[in-house]
């Protein structure tokens, strides 16, 4: 996705959106290499130690005033961050065909994983 319900309640917010792509760490550079389609938000790419080192190093170098993290966890709990944090939560609700649940229902079935 380009963003997610971070960007779109920062927009809500009337917030400046400060582009973390020039400030971010090699290893978020690389996710914003592979996918170009990323716009001006922090990519979730897990939470592996390496991973969870550049996220920190990239919101320490972005010269934000705060941080609205959207993911599914505490992201302050995992990581040391030098601003405050703003989480933005969000809950899933399906809307039109096909559902979610029928996709991955498809995708197990095809690779012969489906019960």
Same mark, same amino acid.
């Given at each position: 996705?380009?963003?997610?319900?971070?960007?779109?309640?920062?927009?809500?917010?009337?917030?400046?959106?400060?582009?973390?792509?020039?400030? @971010?760490?090699?290893? %978020?550079? @690389?996710?914003?290499?592979?996918?170009?389609?990323?716009?001006?938000?922090?990519?979730?790419?897990?939470?592996?130690?390496? !991973?969870?080192?550049?996220?920190?190093?990239?919101?320490?170098?972005?010269?934000? #005033?705060?941080?609205?993290?959207?993911?599914?966890? #505490?992201?302050?709990?995992? %990581?040391?961050? #030098?601003?405050?944090?703003?989480?933005?939560?969000?809950?899933?609700?399906?809307?039109?065909?096909?559902?979610? @649940?029928?996709?991955?229902?498809?995708?197990? !079935?095809?690779?012969?994983?489906?019960?």
């Amino acid at each position: 996705m380009a963003y997610g319900a971070g960007y779109v309640a920062a927009i809500a917010a009337q917030a400046s959106i400060v582009d973390p792509r020039a400030h @971010a760490a090699d290893e %978020i550079a @690389a996710v914003y290499a592979e996918y170009p389609h990323i716009g001006p938000v922090l990519p979730a790419v897990g939470y592996h130690p390496s !991973q969870l080192r550049a996220l920190r190093e990239t919101i320490r170098a972005t010269p934000a #005033d705060v941080v609205v993290a959207a993911t599914p966890c #505490d992201l302050a709990a995992l %990581i040391d961050i #030098d601003k405050p944090v703003v989480r933005a939560r969000y809950e899933f609700a399906e809307w039109g065909e096909p559902e979610l @649940a029928s996709l991955i229902d498809a995708f197990l !079935q095809e690779r012969g994983l489906g019960a």
